[in-house]
């Protein structure tokens, strides 16, 4: 049988066991960075954006204007921006059916008045009768009677004829104020039914500035506000004052339409404007103010890193955003004057971190002396001395 010495393995064991050793025991961390931050100082400063808002120039006052009975449109007589006077006439309509309802009318009225005048005449022999107590007083009251029926009949028929007469005048459509025609809704040859809107005019008188807030900022639109009219096209300033606010939104962009009165004449009518609610105006505004680049979001809120100077290190400080102002956030609370902050690389550093402050590296050139013009260039004056090679 063969023996195996175990000597000869024990170094090898010995060896395998001390690397194992080694590769278990812990190793220190790499000490973190110092990294080089960007930093400002804060100072109070004052709000420069507004709230501005576009606007369009309306009627305080449009009308759409329609039949009050149905038919079929024969004329029109007016065009979009036209400006009409009252009583003028903006479109017909076929009268052919109405004046034959008002011939039918009148013949009825004819008809009516014949009987009232047969039993008026019944009437005056029956009661010369009576006096002479030829008959009983029941034949003269039932004559009495036919004829009062008689009369209803004529008035009942004149009312007709009056409403057949007013039904024939409604087929003109006619400007009950003076303005200008901003749409035409129907056309020749179309037969509308009454009340359809067939001509819209904005009457004449005041204007209106309409614009839409945000719900936001509604709740500080008050009526009776004054604010500041801005026109497209020229600087020229008017004033105004908020007369009405939406009690709701408008369905489509969720925002509430205001309505401003122009003390003045204003634009034309569907002119663009920009208006400024002196409500809202916050130019001036002492505030504190950094660069979005100095936020950084932590849990729900926003933060920022503040420099400790004594020991260069950062910590973590929660803030509260008011609005924005340009490229600028609006502290609300969490930050004073006089508080170092880091403005940039705000995501790459942790709480108690080491920082150097960073400073803007500058390439500085030796300055080249300026050569005198009489002189020969020195590249030029050692080719000149070469010897000249074939």
């Not at 087929?171 to 009340?195: C, K, N, Y």
Request: proline residues 6%; contains cysteine.
């Amino acid at each position: 049988m063969a023996i195996f010495a175990p000597t000869r393995f024990a170094p090898s064991a010995a060896l395998l066991l001390a690397l194992a050793l080694a590769g278990c025991s812990r190793t220190d961390a790499p000490p973190e960075p110092i990294r080089a931050v960007k930093v400002m100082t804060i100072s109070a400063s004052t709000m420069e954006s507004r709230y501005e808002f576009s606007g369009e120039v309306r009627p305080r006052v449009e009308s759409r204007l329609g039949f009050r009975v149905g038919g079929k449109i024969t004329q029109r007589e007016v065009e979009v921006g036209q400006h009409v006077a009252a009583g003028t006439v903006l479109a017909q309509l076929d009268p052919q059916d109405f004046r034959l309802a008002a011939d039918a009318a009148r013949a009825q009225v004819a008809a009516a008045r014949t009987n009232r005048d047969l039993a008026a005449a019944d009437y005056q022999r029956y009661r010369q009768l009576r006096e002479q107590n030829f008959i009983s007083g029941a034949d003269l009251e039932r004559r009495e009677s036919t004829l009062k029926a008689a009369q209803a009949q004529l008035e009942q028929a004149q009312a007709q004829l009056a409403s057949q007469g007013n039904q024939a005048g409604y087929t003109r459509l006619v400007a009950d104020v003076s303005g200008v025609v901003t749409a035409v809704e129907a056309e020749v040859g179309q037969v509308v039914a009454a009340g359809t809107p067939v001509v819209r005019i904005a009457a004449d008188g005041p204007r209106d500035v309409v614009f839409s807030v945000p719900e936001d900022k509604v709740v500080n639109v008050r009526t009776g506000t004054e604010v500041t009219v801005r026109q497209w096209a020229s600087d020229e300033t008017l004033a105004g004052r908020i007369r009405e606010v939406a009690a709701s939104a408008d369905p489509v962009t969720r925002t509430y339409p205001v309505k401003v009165s122009l003390e003045t004449a204003g634009p034309p009518l569907g002119a663009t404007v920009t208006v400024l609610p002196l409500v809202l105006e916050h130019a001036g505004m002492p505030v504190i103010k950094i660069p979005t680049s100095a936020l950084r979001q932590e849990g729900q809120g926003s933060a920022v890193w503040v420099l400790d100077r004594a020991s260069m290190t950062v910590r973590s400080q929660p803030v509260q955003i008011a609005t924005a102002d340009g490229n600028d956030a609006v502290i609300a609370a969490g930050l004073q004057p006089g508080m170092v902050i880091v403005s940039a690389g705000v995501h790459v550093l942790s709480q108690g971190q080491k920082v150097t402050l960073w400073h803007e590296k500058t390439s500085e050139l030796p300055a080249v002396a300026a050569q005198d013009p009489g002189q020969p260039v020195a590249g030029a004056a050692q080719a000149a001395t070469l010897p000249a090679t074939r």
